[in-house]
């Protein structure tokens, strides 16, 4: 099993105890424990969840890019999505924790309802098989 597939299942764990976060708020976690996909897996490699999740959503965005197993878990989870993430022309870059923050606030089309914590444990269930599969990457959605 790869330390990735490891992380996502450890988060599929995280959120299970303490359920997901589907405010638009920006913030990554609130006061009652709950935690969106992006914090579930950054507690699951660190331990931990900083006040900055809860009331401080750009130092929390530092503390996550600068975890380069927080953000290869991410990009995992973002590639088995049935969507794409939005991509920054200036930079080049995928932004892929917006991507999960989204996702989460969006219907389903095919559930006519916004993901639930089971839903989302089931997104990281397949992201972690996906990395125990593969070497790289896939860009896993339908060519259009």
């Given amino acids: 099993m790869s330390e990735t597939a490891r992380l996502l299942r450890a988060a599929q764990q995280v959120l299970h105890e303490h359920g997901l976060l589907d405010s638009d708020l920006g913030n990554f976690a609130d006061p009652d424990g709950r935690l969106d996909i992006v914090a579930a897996i950054y507690r699951a490699a660190t331990g931990t969840t900083p006040d900055c999740f809860i009331n401080a959503p750009k130092i929390a965005r530092q503390l996550i890019d600068a ?17 794409y993430p939005s991509h920054d022309q200036g930079t080049g870059i995928d932004d892929h924790i917006e991507h999960l923050a989204f996702w989460v606030l969006e219907p389903d089309f095919f559930l006519d309802r916004c ?30």
């Fill in 115 to 144: 993901p639930n914590t089971s839903d989302a444990i089931g997104v990281l269930g397949r992201a972690a098989q996906t990395a125990d599969a593969c070497t790289d990457i896939p860009d896993l959605r339908p060519a259009a």
């Fill in 67 to 83: 975890n380069e197993l927080v953000t290869d878990a991410i990009r995992w989870v973002s590639a088995v999505l049935p969507t």
